[in-house]
């Protein structure tokens, strides 16, 4: 049976796609981007976060670790040395106060697909169904593909939130269980979009048009990152290239969200951003009107 | 209903929210206020009145005959009050929120006054008159000889026992068994057609083929005064009017108060005719029952948009009665409901906190008695007054059939979201399975419906009276005490064994289903004492002949004059006794992390020095509510037990014990008699409240939550009652609103039987951010998701708070 490393599955799930759906978040992503408000979905492995306000101080973590990474500081708190730590979360098995939480489990497509099914009857009411995100779902292919396929044929609809950024094969291969793909346009520049996610656009954009000719359905995403990609001229290349792909997708305007800066702390790494703010809502409408004017159907927010 | 309701009303700030263009009416504001900023108080006049009565010397009349009369001397004499500018007129007291005492049912002693006036929350004011009056007058002619005093003298030792130690209440005590709602006979027959009916009664009654044809002659001829009463009280409320018409300078005014004298003549002596005749007649009947005796919970008209749309469609056919005409109408009528707060208690319960409402539960929508869709033009003409008024009185609910249009949810999802906890949701289509399941007739149970908190009932046609909640979870206390109630060292349960030396889980939850078994016998057998009590000495002449058949059996409803008589325990506390079966069974039997005899020792001390242990139990335990069968099943097997221990046995009334699931804020005091439980819940703290899971036991989300509950029969009770806790923003947009409508189709595709939603404000919150463990459920949306919002960092956390105090509707 095929498995994959999957770090939540959010029930009642109602930005992600049409009605109430699940959201499977599967580990690992091609791209890194300073801004992302899950930045425990990028590294394929298992990690660790911490909630250090959850701390009993019992000291269980600091007998149990096997690398000694754990130390008690003047409160008798737990403290990792990120040095020592190799993230194999022996610890959060002893952490009943949920101050250590593993992020990142194994499972199967069977185990994944019957905790989605549990929500059969709200998505039957409401038009919902799976989506698989992440991290970059369709980086971890064969999985993401079984649970696509193994959804279908239980009669359950399909979403992919995908930042476009794997082989075209992968896309041909899940399109045909795939109802939906959220897709993600981060910047139209290729230099600027290697320096700020490590990877270039080029084939995510290539991707992104093929798909619209195969007439797929299509709901463009663009995250405004202050700063980053909120420029007039991206954004009007933003509606440049997506109205004249082949056949028009509505586009979400979602605002940038420092949200995901508690979490980058709890996994022991270093938030670039710093203090970046959300961008103000006339900024938002801003971008929505400029994008308007290429004719297309913008909503903000997910 | 809900622990919001405690802090009396719910907006006064004047707001409306409907969006409609005209809002109410000048007088409906200045009403409205009036209402609002009246202070409760207690009325000493009632008592008075009652007390001179039964001060006269009893001459040879039957008990029910005695009843009548006396509330005939209630009706003749009390103070009419029409108050400036009201359309519906009539007052339970002598002024808007003077509310009555019942002395004859139970007598507040002085101390009771005191701390009634004097309590932080929901006080009644209490003038030096009424105490004078109530020391000088009522104390010393009721005092011993109340119903209360009965009934506490009836009981058992061992009643007293358990009564004491928290494992039921008793609600006939205080209030008399009422839980009725009224169907639509009024508005096709007038006080006069009542009278020929009890006539033709009595003319038909045989005494040599019926052996009990002379009690039920004293019934009707009972139920025949006081429906001469309710006639009386309408035509003094004429004369009143009558008099300030002649005083009246303004002319637009005066003819009002001619028309309001027109009709206090007509109704509710006659048939109406018109929608302000129905309306004025349902509130003169609302009286006559609220005044006769103090029945839980208060009565209401029912299903009103069904009620009212004959004479809407009518009247605005005809050009008589505009929209915005009726609009007012129906605003002065809700007007009239806030201005009753619930009687005050007597006793220990006095002092607790208490609420002002009545529980009184206007129906919407659901089904008409032929299974068609029963939402009409007046559906939405009443969710509109309900958004506008936005009152704590009188409260509401929408019955929600899969045969009723989405806009309809949708509208009422609009009010939901204002968040003042109106209306609740219920499922049209199981609470008619409930009712179809324990013998009601297709066409009685389609036009039932809901009241109370979320009671099932035929309305017209059925006694189904609450007669106390049960501690599910004290049960589990006593049960891992061999019968003992460790609180107080007494024995109050059989023997069923020392928990430390239970083989397997099987073997505890055999002892714990033998207490239950025991308890329940035990709150049965006194009640059966109690509802013949009722039946005997304080027999309800007028509610009677509302309730078929009362007249057509001659018999009291009291003693079974209803066409069904139910009887309900409600049983408490389900998330707390499933989530500490699921912790004995988990870490004691399954995975032996934790012995037997530590276990008792860690929750005997309250989990002193044991935090590690307690968040073990807290965070490692499968949980109800999140949709985890290993839990779930367990919920289940509760449920069968407390099924099984109840449902079918006899009451005194011809009619069946069945069980309910609904805490009202009973919750709290029944966690404040029980020591630490295995589900890592400290000493004291509340349980767990309906069919909810216990606070911040939930992680899966709102599905998952419904997905629990819905694994029990809700077919099989009279009503369950399950809480969801929103913030503004995830029903912010139309989408919101949408799914919102989904989740509540989703869940009653399950068969669940009702869901009422809190819009999360500010300052619930700022207690989550205090204790996040009792909050760890609260969903949160973010950006373009939703979290948790005690997994947020402060400075994230802080930011919605402000967000959500500039987006509170």
């Not at chain 1, 202050?226 to 440049?240: C, F, K, L, S, V």
């Not at chain 2, 002693?109 to 020391?135: C, H, M, N, W, Y």
Request: hydrophobic fraction near 35%; glycine fraction near 8%.
């Amino acid at each position: 049976m095929t498995t994959g490393i999957v770090f939540d599955i959010k029930r009642f799930s109602i930005h992600d796609g049409p009605g109430i759906r699940t959201t499977v978040f599967l580990k690992g992503c091609p791209l890194h981007c300073p801004w992302c408000h899950n930045p425990e979905s990028q590294h394929p492995d298992p990690d660790v976060m911490l909630y250090p306000g959850r701390c009993i101080a019992c000291g269980s973590c600091v007998d149990a670790c096997p690398e000694h990474a754990i130390s008690r500081d003047a409160e008798g708190k737990a403290v990792t040395d990120p040095a020592l730590c190799k993230r194999c979360g022996t610890c959060t098995e002893h952490c009943y106060a949920e101050a250590r939480r593993r992020v990142g489990q194994e499972m199967t497509v069977s185990e994944v697909v019957e905790e989605v099914e549990r929500d059969r009857d709200f998505y039957e009411e409401s038009g919902g169904g799976v989506t698989l995100s992440g991290g970059e779902p369709l980086s971890q292919k064969a999985f993401a593909l079984e649970l696509l396929r193994e959804s279908r044929e239980r009669g359950i609809r399909t979403a992919v939130d995908t930042c476009g950024a794997v082989a075209w094969s992968v896309f041909e291969a899940v399109r045909p269980y795939t109802d939906l793909f959220l897709y993600d346009i981060k910047h139209m520049d290729d230099a600027a979009h290697r320096e700020n996610t490590g990877a270039g656009n080029r084939r995510i954009l290539k991707n992104l048009e093929k798909l619209s000719a195969l007439g797929h359905a299509i709901n463009l995403r663009f995250a405004v990152i202050p700063g980053i990609n909120d420029d007039e001229e991206n954004i009007r290349r933003t509606g440049a290239f997506a109205a004249a792909l082949p056949n028009r997708h509505p586009v979400s305007v979602l605002p940038f969200h420092a949200a995901g800066g508690e979490k980058y702390k709890r996994l022991g790494q270093s938030y670039t951003l710093g203090e970046l703010g959300p961008p103000q809502d006339h900024r938002i409408a801003g971008v929505a009107r400029l994008l308007e004017a290429y004719d297309l159907e913008v909503r903000i927010g997910g | 209903m809900d622990k919001e309701f405690d802090s009396g009303p719910v907006d006064d700030s004047g707001r409306y929210g409907s969006g409609k263009a005209q809002g109410p009416t000048a007088r409906v504001r200045r009403l409205r206020q009036q209402s609002l900023d009246a202070e409760p108080s207690i009325s000493t006049e009632r008592a008075v009145l009652m007390t001179a009565f039964y001060r006269q010397p009893r001459t040879l009349v039957s008990e029910p005959v005695w009843r009548a009369r006396a509330f005939r001397h209630l009706m003749e004499h009390r103070t009419v009050c029409i108050l400036d500018g009201e359309l519906i007129v009539g007052e339970k007291g002598p002024e808007p929120k003077a509310t009555p005492t019942y002395p004859e049912l139970c007598c507040h002693s002085l101390e009771d006054f005191e701390i009634l006036d004097g309590r932080e929350k929901t006080p009644f004011r209490v003038s030096e008159q009424a105490r004078r009056e109530q020391a000088g007058t009522v104390i010393p002619f009721w005092q011993g000889r109340s119903m209360r005093d009965r009934i506490l003298e009836a009981m058992a030792p061992e009643w007293h026992e358990a009564y004491q130690a928290g494992i039921f209440t008793e609600f006939m005590e205080q209030r008399s068994p009422g839980h009725t709602v009224l169907d639509d006979k009024i508005y096709r027959k007038g006080m006069l057609d009542f009278i020929a009916d009890i006539e033709a009664a009595m003319d038909g009654l045989d005494d040599s083929a019926d052996p009990l044809a002379w009690e039920r002659r004293e019934q009707l001829k009972a139920m025949k005064i006081t429906a001469g009463a309710i006639i009386t009280l309408g035509r003094r409320h004429a004369e009143e009017a009558r008099r300030q018409a002649g005083l009246e300078k303004n002319a637009q005014r005066r003819a009002e108060l001619e028309e309001i004298a027109r009709i206090c003549d007509k109704v509710p002596a006659n048939r109406p005719d018109t929608f302000h005749e129905a309306l004025q007649y349902y509130w003169f009947v609302h009286l006559g029952v609220t005044s006769e005796l103090n029945p839980w919970d208060a009565f209401n008209p029912g299903k009103l948009d069904q009620h009212l749309y004959p004479f809407y469609r009518r009247e605005t056919a005809a050009g008589t009665l505009t929209r915005r005409a009726a609009e007012e109408l129906l605003h002065c009528f809700w007007i009239k409901f806030n201005n009753q707060p619930a009687p005050p208690k007597v006793g220990v319960t006095a002092a607790e906190s208490s609420t002002y409402t009545d529980f009184a539960q206007i129906n919407t929508g659901g089904v008409k008695a032929d299974g068609s869709d029963a939402v009409n033009e007046v559906t939405y003409l009443l969710l509109d007054v309900i958004e506008e008024m936005r009152l704590l009185q009188p409260s509401s609910s929408v019955q929600l059939s899969r045969k009723n249009p989405d806009r309809f949810m949708k509208r009422a999802a609009r009010i939901i979201r204002t968040g003042f906890g109106q209306p609740s949701v219920f499922n049209t289509d199981v609470v008619i399975q409930e009712m179809l399941r324990t013998g009601k007739t297709l066409e009685d149970a389609r036009n039932g419906g809901t009241s109370g908190c979320v009671e099932t009932g035929a309305f017209g046609k059925e006694n189904y009276c609450l007669t106390g909640y049960f501690n599910l979870p004290k049960i589990l206390e006593i049960t891992l005490h061999d019968g003992v109630d460790p609180q107080s060292g007494k024995r109050l349960g059989p023997r069923t064994g020392q928990a430390a030396e239970f083989k397997d889980y099987d073997e505890l939850f055999a002892a714990f289903a033998r207490q239950v078994r025991h308890f329940v016998d035990i709150k049965i057998r006194g009640n059966q004492v109690i509802e013949q009590l009722y039946a005997h000495h304080l027999p309800v002449p007028f509610l009677s002949l509302l309730i078929d058949d009362c007249i057509a059996t001659g018999r009291d409803y009291h003693a079974g004059g209803a066409r069904y008589n139910t009887s309900y325990i409600q049983g408490v506390g389900l998330g707390s006794i499933t989530d500490s079966l699921s912790a004995i069974r988990h870490h004691v039997f399954n995975e032996k992390s934790v012995s037997m005899t530590e276990l008792l020792d860690a929750l005997g001390s309250d989990f002193d020095g044991q935090e590690r242990l307690r968040q073990l139990l807290v965070n490692r335990t499968p949980r109800y509510g999140n949709d985890d069968d290993r839990a779930d099943d367990i919920m289940r097997e509760v449920f069968e037990v407390y099924f099984g221990a109840i449902d079918g046995r006899p009451n005194s009334k011809g009619g069946s014990y069945r069980i309910n699931l609904l805490p009202t804020t009973v919750h709290v005091y029944f966690g404040s008699v029980i020591g630490a439980m295995p589900d890592g819940r400290r000493a004291g703290k509340p349980l767990s409240e309906g069919i909810s899971p216990v606070q911040g036991a939930d992680r899966k989300g709102p599905t998952a939550v419904l997905r629990s509950a819905a694994k029990m029969d809700h077919a099989r009770t009279g009503g369950t009652l399950l809480n969801q806790k929103f913030t503004p923003q995830v029903l912010k947009d139309e989408e919101g609103l949408d799914k919102l409508v989904q989740l509540v189709r989703g869940y009653f595709r399950l068969d669940g039987h009702h869901i009422q939603f809190n819009v999360v404000d500010a300052e619930t919150l700022r207690k989550a951010q205090a204790s996040p463990e009792e909050y760890r459920d609260l969903i949160v949306r973010v950006a373009g998701y939703s979290d948790y919002f005690c997994d947020l960092g402060e400075a994230l956390q802080e930011e919605i708070i402000t967000r959500t105090e500039h987006e509170a509707f």
